[in-house]
């Protein structure tokens, strides 16, 4: 789940200078779930940019922003979208990505939102970074917490030298990643994994931007009426 946040009104004013009419997009999974692109937070921006005088078009609220195909739909089928002289995206920097692609060129596409990170979800209104991203996963060899993510220095080979009480010196509410890796570990039966030296991580493997093209797609099957 990607985590953002809403950017300055101000910011967004000054982004929409000259502009009198917009198009807004929201994205009902992870916008919706962090209160930044939902259905009242889509009602909450019409009301602020009408009231600075620009003219709301209309609004789309797709199951996932990021899903191309979703807002191709959208713009060949919603009139008030190509008429907008912007578009004003409530979701994260993949969706503000995948309509700038999906709109005319001409059509300036504005995020309304600042991308923060990659979460696992304790329960709705509780997100915690658990996945850089990086390209080159160690979790079978540190009982599924990424030293990568949850160390501040992304030391691949235990502790540095300042833990005090199995407490991280550079965040010292937090205990040290590899505290709770060596004690889950020990959990398993498996500190034998730590005596393996880890090698630098190789950057080449997260060089972006990145992609995945799959040659045969697999499809759902289709359900056949009775």
């Known amino acids: 789940m990607i985590i953002t946040k809403n950017k300055d009104i101000n910011h967004i ?50 199951a996932e922003t990021c899903y191309r195909q979703l807002i191709l739909k959208d713009y060949r089928n919603i009139p008030a979208l190509k008429e907008a002289e912007a578009i004003l995206v409530l979701a994260c920097g993949a969706g503000v990505r995948t309509i700038a692609d999906v709109a005319e060129e001409t059509q300036p596409v504005f995020p309304a939102l600042d991308s923060l990170f990659l979460a696992t979800v304790e329960r709705y209104g509780r997100f915690f970074e658990g996945c850089s991203l990086c390209g080159e996963c160690v979790l079978s ?7 990568h993510t949850e160390c501040p220095k992304g030391l691949l080979n235990g502790p540095c030298g300042g833990v005090a009480d199995g407490m991280c010196e550079v965040d010292t509410e937090r205990e040290c990643a590899w505290v709770r890796i060596y004690r889950r570990l020990k959990a398993q039966n498996r500190l034998h994994v730590l005596k393996k030296m880890t090698p630098p991580k190789d950057h080449s493997v997260g060089i972006r931007p990145r992609k995945v093209l799959l040659r045969n797609p697999a499809r759902p099957a289709e359900k056949k009426c009775k």
């Not at 009419?21 to 259905?39: D, I, K, M, P, R």
């Not at 009301?47 to 209309?58: A, D, F, P, S, T």
């Not at 060899?141 to 030293?147: A, D, M």
């Open 13 to 62: 004013l000054e982004s929409l200078k000259g502009k009198k009419t917009v198009y807004l997009f929201g994205c009902n999974s992870c916008a919706e779930q962090c209160q930044t692109g939902g259905e009242k937070e889509l009602t909450e921006m019409t009301r602020i940019l009408e009231e600075n005088g620009i003219k709301v078009l209309g609004t789309s609220l797709p």
């Open 141 to 147: 060899e540190t009982g599924g917490i990424c030293p």
